[in-house]
């Protein structure tokens, strides 16, 4: 795999709008003979990738916007980590094109699922990538998987996204499972607005498959699928926190190995991967920080209150350097997905409901920061987020706002009821 290039004027958004307004893209060298450009526009830039053909000078190919106004997606949107992966597929795709190594026959959905699947191993945990296998193979190959890309319509396209917002949620079954297993859900409001956030998310990932074959010249045109709009406002869920009252039924309820993880999840916002790869040494009591590493592919420094450094430094006055902070009963790794279980029944047993799951008390954290009017920024750097914006889209609404602190304090008691005399709103003139 090859080491991903720096350059400090391309490298954040921050540094793309301090670059002059200007025609010609401004270029990164990423390999020997292949550039990332950049083209800074009034509003917003875009990516392009300049490979050198020798005699021929350059061929260049778009890749699409910055995410200098929107959040990258992979999709249509990239920041520039992303472009340069972007980049590279196609100028690999080139030198097999003129190796004469090739696909023959028709281009389909499923071969640009493989080849996707393919480049993002190189890029990402194995998890990750078996994630994102199981979202092709339940929601997208069925449907899609042997239509020829370049025959894909935007209608064909509307109805598969149309259908999946409609499907009820899926669970994960046993192997030799033949029919897949359903979640039965509410028809509600909130219900409906969740398959369609889960559609867009699934529509996200064949866009990303999709334009990674058009960016390797698999397919004449994006047309079809670039036409694919998501569903708007759809991702604006009530943040759900445990009350006082609820976090302290919860943790009565869970038995002593797993009730540390909860704990631990309540005193610093850590998502369960970051607690259970937590070591001894990651824990410092002069400074009352953890070092969470790997959080996304970068470590943060988490800051504990004293009631939460009086809980790190108990459970770790035992261990030396090298031992996992938290341990199963049996003295096993916690696993993925080792915590829904026991979290579904001290849910149940601290009759909380629906129950609890493990992204709750990472919000409990965040909301209780929040309304305590600790700055978004100070939030989204415990939280690990990259900047503020998921952090305002979450939390925002909790904080103390100046603009109702402002209304309440100058709006005049109105003093109404049938036992009361109604004072008017305005001085009247002497």
Not at 56 to 72: F, H, L, N, V
Not at 198 to 213: G, H, P, V
Request: proline share 4%; aromatic share 8%.
């Amino acid at each position: 795999m090859a080491r991903a290039a720096r350059h400090s004027s391309l490298e954040t958004r921050t540094a793309r709008a301090r670059l002059p307004v200007r025609r010609t893209p401004y270029f990164a060298k990423i390999a020997k003979g292949l550039r990332l450009g950049y083209y800074r526009g009034a509003v917003a830039g875009s990516w392009v990738a300049s490979l050198y053909r020798g005699a021929k000078g350059y061929d260049t190919k778009a890749i699409g916007a910055a995410d200098d106004t929107t959040d990258a997606d992979g999709a249509t949107v990239f920041d520039y980590w992303q472009a340069q992966v972007q980049a590279r597929s196609w100028a690999e795709q080139q030198r097999l094109i003129a190796a004469g190594v090739v696909h023959t026959g028709p281009y389909k959905v499923a071969d640009a699922v493989k080849d996707y699947l393919a480049e993002i191993a190189a890029e990402k945990k194995p998890a990750a990538v078996q994630g994102a296998k199981y979202v092709f193979d339940a929601w997208i190959l069925p449907d899609l998987g042997s239509l020829e890309i370049d025959k894909l319509t935007t209608e064909r396209l509307v109805r598969w996204r149309n259908r999946v917002a409609t499907e009820p949620k899926r669970v994960r079954t046993k192997r030799i499972a033949t029919e897949p297993a359903t979640r039965e859900t509410p028809d509600d409001d909130d219900a409906r607005r969740a398959r369609k956030a889960t559609a867009n998310r699934i529509l996200t990932m064949l866009k990303a498959a999709l334009n990674r074959a058009f960016f390797a010249d698999r397919v004449s045109s994006d047309s079809a699928w670039r036409k694919v709009k998501p569903f708007k406002r759809v991702d604006e869920a009530v943040v759900r926190y445990l009350n006082v009252a609820e976090i302290r039924r919860l943790v009565s309820a869970c038995p002593e190995d797993f009730r540390k993880l909860i704990e631990a999840a309540l005193y610093t916002g850590c998502r369960y991967a970051e607690l259970t790869r937590l070591k001894y040494e990651d824990y410092n009591d002069d400074s009352g920080t953890l070092s969470v590493r790997l959080s996304k592919g970068k470590n943060r420094h988490v800051v504990l209150t004293e009631e939460g450094k009086s809980a790190f430094r108990q459970w770790t006055q035992v261990l030396q350097s090298g031992e996992r902070i938290f341990l199963r009963s049996d003295g096993r790794v916690w696993g993925t997905s080792h915590q829904q279980r026991p979290l579904d029944e001290a849910s149940q047993r601290a009759a909380i409901s629906p129950p609890v799951n493990f992204h709750i008390l990472r919000h409990t954290h965040a909301s209780y920061l929040a309304m305590a009017g600790v700055p978004m920024a100070v939030i989204a750097r415990q939280l690990g987020h990259a900047d503020t914006r998921m952090t305002e889209k979450h939390y925002a609404h909790l904080a103390p706002s100046y603009v109702a602190q402002t209304i309440r304090e100058n709006f005049p008691v109105l003093e109404l009821g049938s036992s009361r005399q109604a004072v008017p709103l305005h001085k009247r003139s002497a």
